[in-house]
């Protein structure tokens, strides 16, 4: 990145905070700015690269590299890639999946991270009636 670059960068971060009230808030939402312009002006110069085709329509979310996967989410998906949502599978079921992998959760915790697969429609979720109670299901289909 060149000098001009640069001063044209800080030119837009002071522009931007211009009409605040001195302090830490200001002096934060500058730095904040400027880092921006900054990370785009890096994005500029780098090549471009080929975009690899992603060949699962699913994302990995496998953690880091081949690390076993370490969130709530992540450990989610790793059964979706194992198929375990090829059919429509309760909160208790995908309570039990985990637990055979050794990963032990409280229902009360799975519930957010699937619904969080869901509004990422990495999962889908139906309402079904299992006796006299009405139950979500989750699948991939």
Known sequence: MEVKDLVGARKKAEAA????????LKVSAF?????SLLDEGREKDRPAQAIPQAE?????????????PTGTSSRIMSMVHDNFFAVQRSLAEIQAGL??????????F??????RLVRRKLLRRTQA?????????????
């Open 99 to 108: 637990a055979e992998r050794g990963w032990h959760y409280d229902q009360n």
């Open 129 to 141: 009636i299992d006796g006299p109670k009405k139950l979500w299901k989750y699948s991939i289909y």
């Open 17 to 24: 905070v211009v009409g605040m009230v001195d302090g830490p």
């Open 110 to 115: 799975l519930s957010t991270p699937l619904a």
């Open 31 to 35: 730095e904040t700015i400027l880092r």
């Open 56 to 68: 699962p329509a699913i994302p990995r979310m496998m953690g880091r590299g081949d690390a076993p």
